[in-house]
């Protein structure tokens, strides 16, 4: 039982044939579960598609950093109807990514405090990139009250501390950083990199965060992790991730792949 926490069946160098075949190779998978998550209005339509099409498959609605530009007010109010479809179930992937600068960075801001303000209105989970702006994307969170006493009361706790339904995908910053957004309430992912050799600030993330705050993703079809690594990543490939976590943990692949899918289940709020 895996849960691919983070993919991208809606990228759009896929065709449809090509999607079609994903698709059908995560059916005959070990993976139950997997997000498609959008990125700009047009990907996460597609997703909310994808997500009513295949039984294992759910989605995210929003504008990424990249894409920050793109997000008009019609735009918006469009992610706002899809964040309302019952299997769309986030709002993400949302946030600043300032080693690529493909959006103003005002823009970024702008569009990553209004996409934060949605999902507390809808009380939705929220799904961040961080890319170069660590410090910046947990300042912007707290002060739009993505942490506040307010948004951790809407969900249950995890081992009586306080869950915040933010999650940072593909989690790339310190051991003291995911420290920091665990007591918080957030929630971390890890992807195919931590299975590289130099992963050694990605083995030490996992080594500090507890099992219940862990998500494995694959960020299909990018990052595909060893002994993939160099090819189109996908989803099925989340396993060697999670075999990793279990390595890292001292934990039965089972047990991880269990624990990491449950944890998935109860972020996005799957029954």
């Not at 190779?25 to 990125?39: N, P, R, T």
């Not at 504008?63 to 993400?92: C, N, S, T, W």
């Not at 089972?254 to 972020?267: D, L, V």
Request: some cysteine; aromatic content about 8%; proline content about 5%.
């Amino acid at each position: 039982m895996l849960f691919d926490s983070h993919m991208h069946l809606n990228n759009e160098d896929l065709t449809d044939s090509q999607r079609a075949e994903l698709a059908r190779e995560i059916g005959a998978s070990d993976v139950s579960y997997a997000v498609d998550i959008g990125f700009n209005l047009e990907s996460s339509a597609l997703a909310a598609g994808h997500a009513e099409k295949y039984p294992w498959c759910y989605a995210a609605a929003g504008y990424h950093p990249h894409d920050a530009k793109e997000m008009d007010d019609m735009g918006f109010q469009m992610i706002r109807a899809l964040a309302k479809k019952p299997k769309v179930v986030a709002i993400g992937e949302i946030g600043l990514d300032f080693h690529y600068d493909h959006s103003p960075r005002d823009v970024q801001r702008e569009c990553f405090r209004k996409q934060i303000r949605l999902a507390n209105e809808l009380k939705m989970p929220i799904v961040i990139h961080a890319r170069e702006a660590d410090e910046e994307v947990l300042r912007i969170l707290r002060e739009e009250q993505a942490f506040s006493n307010e948004r951790t009361n809407w969900f249950p706790k995890i081992q009586g501390a306080p869950d915040a339904r933010v999650l940072l995908h593909c989690f790339s910053g310190s051991a003291e950083l995911a420290r920091q957004y665990v007591r918080l309430g957030g929630t971390i992912s890890v992807a195919g990199p931590i299975t590289y050799k130099n992963a050694r600030k990605g083995v030490e993330v996992v080594m500090e965060v507890p099992i219940d705050r862990l998500l494995v993703e694959t960020d299909a079809p990018y990052l595909a992790p060893e002994p993939m690594r160099g090819k189109r990543n996908k989803t099925p490939y989340v396993e060697y991730t999670a075999r990793k976590v279990a390595e890292i943990k001292g934990l039965a692949y089972e047990e991880a792949a269990k624990a990491t899918c449950e944890n998935a289940k109860r972020f996005y709020g799957i029954s």
